[in-house]
């Protein structure tokens, strides 16, 4: 009933809005633009923190990153007192032995694994492609949450006894084996033929995600024991005569620019890479990673030549920090669109001057207030649920473009949509009813002599 007694004060206000369409147009701008920038802005906030789940889901849940760094100046005094007492200490880097150390010792320990990383280029029929060839173990895997998309992970029987097979990454497959099963062929690197047990299933990497969070991707890589690559490539942990007359040599000639890599990576004491652990709990994070920091302390000799990460916590840091982040910017957001609301009744009031005759000549015939009121109402509302529903399609469309010009991923809830439409809605709505209530306080007699 209420609905139809005002319905012909609303079609009033929408063929006002229709005879001035420039105006209009103008004034729901505001809204317009408002309503585009809050669900846009939402859309990234909310693609950044699915971006974060993932690379969490990636790093493998209850992770610790053992990395070996440079050494680093010791805060504890033993340590400068054995400086100036001229005592020089020694740490073979990071070590198998430190791996099995740490999983003798510390009983939150779920699984973990060594990683020994090398770059080189494999062949196959003639063709050659970098990679890196990377010495895991079969729980390595499982940390990271990596599935197959053909044959077998090699088994606990081939990692221990150092056999030459490996799995694939799916760029190395598409390279060599475009057409055909790789299962069961070869594929060389270096001097070693490599039998291929299995593919790994392709995983969209994104650039934010760290190389030092153990978050890499897995497509242009060769996983192979990590026992076949200390027997069979390259061990770090052993000096050979060889490699001793190659450094002797170095010492008599001018190294150059394009030496200058492989003589620090000859340098390079550590025999792994990295060592990653999973905790049984979320909760013992912080206390495992302690304790592994003072065992391999005491084991490197009070040397700080590692570093301990716990890369869930940086990225559950960085979701808080992401949350944080949206929020100003929905906020920046809705300042827009009370400014628009803010246009709708400068412009609302200026056409109550311009349209007091017409004001008065409703009222002569009968007006009451309340229908002054509504017709005013109507008019600031449909603009601004008008400028609304342009928004929303805008904001999509510009959260599209974002996601396909910029690289950035955009997520458009239903909730941003809601909220952007229900602000707009209200703005309309606040903004507009000073304006109709100044229109319908007008004296009849008044306007009509306007």
Known sequence: MIFKKYFHDIVIGFEAIIDNKLKSI???LGIIFGVAAVISMLAIGNGAEQEILEQIKMVGVNNIIITPTEVTGNENSSENQDEKAGGKKFSRGLTLLDLKAI?????????????????????????????VLEGVNTNYFKLFNINLQLGEFFNKMQ???????????DNIKTVFFNQENPIGKHIKCGQIWLKIVGVIERRDFTASAS?????SS?????????????MRFKNRALVRADEVEKASARRRIVITDANTKAAADDKNPNQLDKI????????????TANIVKRILLRRHSGLYDFEVTIPELLLKQQQRTKK??????????GISLIVGG?????????????????????????ASRKDIVAQFLAESTLISISGGIIGIILGVALSKIITVFFDIKTIVSLFSIIIAFGVSALVGIMFGYMPAKRAADKDPVESLRA
């Open 342 to 366: 803010i246009g709708i009744m400068n412009i609302m009031l200026a056409s109550v001057m311009e349209r007091i005759r017409e004001i008065g000549t409703r009222q002569a015939i009968g």
């Open 211 to 215: 190389d030092e969070m153990g978050i």
């Open 276 to 287: 990653i652990l999973q905790v049984k709990e979320t909760e013992q994070l912080g206390a």
């Open 103 to 131: 999983e003798e010792v510390v009983p939150t320990i779920n699984m973990l694994s060594p990683v020994i990383s090398y770059n080189y280029s494999a062949i196959i029929d003639g063709k050659s492609k970098p990679v």
């Open 218 to 230: 897995s497509d242009n890589k060769i996983f192979i024991p990590a026992q076949t690559i200390l």
């Open 324 to 333: 944080i982040f949206n929020v100003v910017l929905g906020a920046i957001a």
């Open 26 to 28: 103008l004034t729901a």
């Open 159 to 169: 990692s221990e006894a150092g056999l030459p097979v490996c799995v694939i990454g």
